[in-house]
């Protein structure tokens, strides 16, 4: 049971690139959200999925897409990355009816 | 609008000490209070959380004191060790269909030797 697994731990990417974070988990959690953790803002929403097939936008959307096709994945995409991306990302899963949230290890993430 | 404000931001403490951090909230409907422990380069993780119908929850060394009327909630460290030294988000959650959890700022704890 590897929990909640975000890919990749680091990445650099030049204003206006594209890419996808990566989010799986194994607990067949119903809820998965994304975060982001800037200095001294603590976490900040920014899309969660109450299931397969169904995504809302949390506080900070804006700049991010995100689908949730399966149960397992949650991937947060950035369209045309800017340097007020930088920051690290945390994906995290709460099953049933456990308010309790499971977080991953956190991509960083640089934009130049 | 932060709906969840925590203090202080950052506190030292001495081995054993007690330590204290302190949120208040403005959001009446949020129905359970967690508290996260973050180490660097990791993500945040439970620590200890509350429901507004009880006033303290105690785990261990951990203790959260609840005010509803106050709308306020703190965390207690007791016998505080070096490997508390950490980074202590608490956070509260809306009721109902909504899931979504409201986050503090974040409280860096040094606890010295």
């Known amino acids: ?112 | 609008q932060q709906q969840v404000k925590q203090s202080p931001q950052s506190l030292i403490v001495q081995k054993g000490g007690i330590s204290i951090i302190n949120c208040a909230y403005e959001n009446t409907a949020f129905d359970y209070f967690p508290w996260y422990q973050q180490f660097p380069g990791k993500g945040p993780a439970l620590l200890i959380a509350i429901r507004p119908d009880v006033s303290e929850k105690k785990e261990g060394r951990f203790t959260i004191s609840f005010n509803k009327s106050a709308k306020q909630f703190s965390l207690h460290i007791m016998d505080s060790q070096p490997g508390d030294s950490a980074t202590y988000f608490c956070a509260a959650n809306r009721g109902g269909s909504n899931y979504k959890l409201t986050f503090g700022k974040g409280t860096l704890l040094t606890v010295n030797p």
């Open chain 1, 1 to 112: 049971n590897a929990g909640v697994t975000q890919t990749p731990k680091f990445q650099v990417l030049k204003t206006g690139q594209s890419m996808t974070l990566q989010c799986a988990q194994d607990m067949n959690h119903e809820y998965m959200s994304w975060y982001r953790q800037d200095p001294g803002m603590g976490l900040r929403l920014i899309h969660y999925s109450v299931g397969a097939g169904i995504t809302d936008q949390g506080e900070v959307p804006n700049g991010y897409n995100v689908s949730r096709s399966t149960t397992e994945d949650f991937p947060l995409r950035l369209l045309s990355a800017a340097p007020s991306q930088t920051s690290v990302y945390f994906c995290a899963s709460r099953g049933g009816s456990s308010y309790e949230q499971y977080f991953g290890p956190g991509t960083r993430l640089t934009v130049t």
